[in-house]
């Protein structure tokens, strides 16, 4: 499974949240995709394409970078 680390900005400090993509697809795919589909963007009915898209877009969104489940990066 892959994970995506992140730096949440506060008013206090900086929060760096670390989630599976599992996590990501449950808490985000539901909003995406109404969203989408408000928007009118063609989407893919193949469940597979949809949730890369999602994650993509959330990926993008959040500045992520891949990393293990203690948020470690990951080297390429």
Do not use: Q
């Not at 949240?17 to 795919?29: A, C, G, H, P, Q």
């Amino acid at each position: 499974m892959k994970y995506w680390t992140y730096v949440e900005p506060t008013h206090d400090e900086d929060h760096i949240v670390t989630m599976s993509e599992k996590e990501i697809l449950y808490r985000y795919f539901p909003e995406w995709f109404a969203l989408m589909a408000k928007a009118g963007k063609n989407i893919s009915l193949d469940v597979y394409t949809m949730e890369k898209m999602c994650l993509d877009d959330w990926i993008t969104i959040h500045w992520a970078t891949e990393t293990d489940e203690n948020g470690k990066e990951i080297k390429r």
